[in-house]
């Protein structure tokens, strides 16, 4: 199975080399900013819903910030 792979890529030219390679390098940075992303959306999230209570309900009641 090794062989037919290394075989095929020794057969491929030099423009679909580095397709691949592009492709590759590509997927790879999809990936890191997809997980960036899931990272940042819930953080994202929170610091609104801190800031609307921040602003809606603790200026409003100062009391409660007692």
Known sequence: MIDK???????????????????????IA???VFQLVGL???VAIIGYACYWFYKNILIENPRVMK
């Open 5 to 27: 792979i290394i075989r095929y890529w020794q057969e491929l030219t030099l423009e679909n080399k580095l397709l691949i390679r592009q492709i590759g390098l590509a997927s």
């Open 30 to 32: 999809l990936y890191v």
């Open 40 to 42: 940042l959306i819930p």
